[in-house]
């Protein structure tokens, strides 16, 4: 039985242009960043948060997928901390958007 062609529904452009990322494009772009550079992808989005205890940006992630060289890991910025309620929260009614809905579901 054929398959159903793949339907896709674009936002409404007004939608689109305020977007973070706001087409494809962007986001094939910023995709393909993160599997190129992943330290340095993960490093930009971090700095759009605010850090209780900061990360060192020296020692942003490390890993080991190699057996034989001891147990398999990932860490990422090891040592640093946030608030996640004052990241999803507090900072924006600080920044006077405490009238402004949050997230529209």
Same mark, same amino acid.
Request: charged content about 20%; glycine content about 6%; proline content about 10%.
């Given at each position: 039985?054929?398959?159903?062609?793949?339907?896709?529904?674009? =936002?409404h452009p007004d939608v689109a242009s305020? #977007?973070?990322?706001?087409?494809?494009q962007q986001y094939s772009e910023f995709y393909q960043q993160s599997l190129?550079? =992943? &330290?340095?992808?993960? #490093?930009?989005? #971090?700095?759009?948060?605010?850090?209780?205890?900061?990360?060192d940006p020296k020692n942003f992630f490390s890993y080991n997928f190699d057996i034989s060289k001891g147990p398999i890991y990932v860490k990422?910025?090891? &040592? #640093?901390?946030?608030n996640i309620c004052y990241n999803l929260l507090d900072r924006n009614v600080k920044n006077g958007l &405490?009238?402004?809905v949050a997230y529209y579901w």
């Open positions: 039985m054929p398959s159903e062609p793949e339907k896709i529904f674009n =936002p305020k #977007a973070y990322i706001n087409s494809m190129d550079n =992943p &330290g340095q992808f993960w #490093a930009n989005v #971090a700095k759009q948060f605010h850090w209780e205890t900061p990360y990422w910025m090891e &040592g #640093a901390s946030t &405490g009238d402004t």
